[in-house]
């Protein structure tokens, strides 16, 4: 019996959550995915990729490095 | 047979191969696909266009926040949009495919001379124009890729006029000059990444410089030498920055700001695609730094790896002999192909859509893999292997020709034996990303149509097939989301849709009226629409008449039970009403058809937050953004469940 008892009075406590979830039920009016994103920001950081300056240090290093390997190939076959 | 009978046949196969290219062209212009970037770019040229006719007065091209035009120099799309203004042409795309395949036919004539000024010979020219039509990727969009094909002919040709520019050091003729001017000039014209061809020019003086030290003694030394050559470089300098930017608007309000913005854009565009990659879904800016040295791998013609691994071994050998300005201008070549990729990989360059943006080394890549098939026909140390070595080279060219010949216009989706075939890679890699198998549906839609009333729908903006024709309105809608439109036939790519779905084969519709293939591949689906129970269900739900609208989707999951935008849609209003029992079934079911299916995640985010579990609702949360950290819908409900944890 106190169980029964304990059972409804738990269950009418809970009532006011019950209606209130209820109540709070949510419609969600966009949910489409989009396929390509433009100039909009990702919700969390997204891998980035290296900026401007490193793109002179690479064009740098890499004319300086084939220059050289060549320089030195070319001559070390002419001996 | 003399030499100089040979020289000529060689040349004469050269200006035949020429001339057949140029019939096959003009016999297929006609007949070529419209491309998705063909509605972006030509709107745009019109208002190029139009800048220049009020003198400025419409500004419109000037101002393009969303899709980033002003940065293109796009002077062919601009040329298409003037000849079409001027001369009141009406089928204005093609007059674009005309002149792309103008465009094309210019390649292969430059690569072809590139050909000759490194291995001596027309006979190389004439292997190269075959190979160049036989490469899928590169011919497949000549008629429609106003940017990628042109910008590829003008680097060729710069690359072309700096080997003879090098050839003809100290005394360069002005000829050279002025070519190399224009060809770098066009080069910037059609995309400012033509500015590379500086750097090239600055790269090969200092390498002939070390390979001829004496040059630089007698340049120096001699003032009319040295005059003349800084004339030389100004008027290339000149020539090839300013002359390319006169049909460019936006680099014409601040020449020396503006393209270099524009260039740094180009190099981390913003824009970020849904790519599939290896059988996953990738945002293009956050693919792997192997995605394009995969892409050469499994997309290049057979022909082009075997002849590209002969000129290697060829390279390699001619280390063991003394140096000399033939391994010189080879390793000049080589460089000018793999240095661009290089590059971008370094850098971490958005890619995107294959190798299409790194179309413009191919050319290089056909000429370095036709000199190392003539070199092994040629060689004489390995007579006994020569032969078959070179038999087996043009004998690869004939499954290109094969695929081109059963696949046109959607001919450049090609993958090679490597990866196993198209067939193979479907559903692993991007498909038909420009949507060239949409002109067949829509012919066949037309005729179906008739002169009833339509509205079609389609998951791309390729619009011309439909706009000159008045009982036809058009509709733009995603695939998955197509219940949320009103439209009563749908064409649509089968683009977009995530890997797993295609595997499992619960993608297509049930309304589906034909599917079109493309080598036994799913390649577009015509659908028709008997009713309209899943749209109208949607409309009421909107109205918040959860009772009718789910009635009505109830009927529509009927007909088709592997629309997961209806679970999506029926999940909503259960969620909206409450039910949760009912709305964990939905989910549960529709998960079966799309597990990664991101809106799944948003509404079972918002139950655990209507629920106050806030904690649970940002655990999926998490799970969501770590599928697609792009989902802009989640990110208010994400706003607020931190807020409710003070994080």
Request: charged share 15%; proline share 4%.
């Amino acid at each position: 019996m106190k169980r029964i008892i304990a059972m409804i009075g738990l269950f009418l406590m809970g009532l006011p959550t019950l209606l209130m979830a209820q109540d709070q039920g949510t419609y969600i009016d966009n949910l489409g995915a989009q396929d390509s994103s433009y100039m909009d920001e990702a919700m969390a950081p997204v891998e980035s990729a290296s900026g401007g300056n490193s793109t002179v240090i690479i064009i740098v290093v890499a004319v300086v490095v084939i220059a050289a390997a060549a320089f030195f190939l070319l001559k070390k076959k002419k001996k | 047979m003399s030499s100089s009978t040979n020289i000529l046949t060689a040349r004469n196969t050269f200006i035949a191969s020429l001339s057949i290219a140029a019939m096959i062209l003009l016999f297929l212009a006609p007949k070529a696909a419209v491309n998705v970037d063909e509605l972006l770019h030509y709107p745009h040229a019109q208002k190029v266009v139009n800048w220049y006719f009020t003198g400025g007065e419409d500004a419109s091209c000037l101002h393009t926040p969303v899709h980033n035009l002003k940065y293109y120099g796009q002077s062919v799309d601009n040329l298409t949009a003037l000849i079409n203004r001027v001369f009141y042409i009406e089928n204005e795309y093609l007059t674009r495919h005309f002149t792309g395949a103008f465009f094309f036919w210019l390649l292969l004539f430059f690569t072809g001379r590139l050909a000759k000024e490194l291995g001596g010979s027309y006979w190389i020219s004439a292997l190269v124009v075959v190979g160049l039509m036989l490469t899928p990727r590169l011919f497949g969009q000549s008629f429609g890729n106003l940017k990628d094909i042109p910008f590829g002919a003008g680097y060729i040709a710069g690359i072309l006029f700096i080997v003879r520019f090098l050839k003809e050091m100290p005394t360069p003729k002005w000829t050279t000059v002025v070519y190399l001017g224009l060809a770098i000039a066009f080069t910037n014209s059609v995309r400012i990444g033509g500015l590379i061809l500086f750097a090239y020019l600055a790269a090969g003086l200092a390498g002939i410089l070390l390979l001829k030290p004496f040059l630089l003694k007698y340049i120096v030394t001699t003032k009319s030498c040295f005059v003349r050559l800084t004339g030389q470089f100004l008027a290339v300098a000149a020539i090839g920055y300013f002359i390319g930017l006169l049909f460019w608007p936006y680099a014409l309000q601040n020449v020396f700001h503006n393209p270099l913005e524009s260039l740094s854009v180009m190099e981390h565009y913003k824009v970020s695609i849904k790519q599939i990659f290896e059988g996953e879904v990738v945002w293009s800016s956050q693919l792997p730094w192997n995605y394009l040295p995969k892409w050469f791998l499994i997309s290049s013609p057979e022909f082009l790896l075997l002849g590209f691994i002969y000129f290697l071994a060829f390279l390699t050998y001619k280390f063991t002999k003394p140096a000399g300005e033939q391994l010189f201008f080879e390793l000049f070549a080589l460089f000018t192909a793999v240095f661009p990729v290089v590059y971008v990989v370094a850098i971490g360059s958005n890619l995107y859509s294959g190798i299409r943006q790194m179309l413009f080394v191919v050319p290089v890549l056909v000429v370095l893999a036709s000199l190392g098939a003539y070199q092994v026909f040629k060689a004489k140390k390995i007579r006994r292997l020569a032969m078959p070595a070179f038999v087996v080279f043009v004998a690869l060219m004939l499954l290109p020709l094969v695929h081109q010949a059963k696949t046109f216009p959607v001919d450049y989706v090609y993958f090679n034996a490597v990866s196993g075939g198209n067939k193979k890679v479907w559903s692993n890699y991007e498909y038909d990303y420009y949507f060239h198998g949409i002109k067949n549906a829509a012919d066949d839609l037309i005729e179906e149509i008739g002169d009833e009333e339509a509205l079609v729908a389609m998951n791309c903006q390729l619009t011309n097939y439909f706009e000159k024709i008045q009982n036809i309105d058009f509709q733009y809608t995603r695939y998955l989301e197509r219940s949320s439109a009103d439209w009563d036939y749908g064409i649509f790519g089968v683009n977009y849709i995530h890997p797993w779905m295609l595997k499992h084969e619960n993608w297509a519709s049930a309304k589906i009226l034909k599917t079109y293939y493309h080598k036994g591949n799913p390649l577009v689906v015509l659908i028709k629409r008997e009713d309209k129970n899943d749209f109208q269900g949607i409309q009421e739900l909107q109205k918040r008449n959860w009772e009718e609208g789910e009635k009505l989707l109830y009927k529509a999951l009927e007909v088709e039970p592997n629309n997961v935008w209806l679970f999506v849609n029926l999940a909503n209003s259960k969620l909206a009403q409450g039910d949760y029992v009912a709305f964990d079934e939905l989910l549960e079911k529709g998960r079966a058809i799309y597990p990664q299916y991101e809106p799944f995640y948003l509404l079972e985010a918002q139950k655990y937050f209507d629920q106050q579990n806030y904690s649970a609702s940002l655990n999926v949360l998490n799970q969501l953004i770590g599928i697609n950290p792009r989902y802009q819908n989640a990110a208010p409900l994400l706003k607020k469940v931190k807020e409710k944890l003070n994080k």
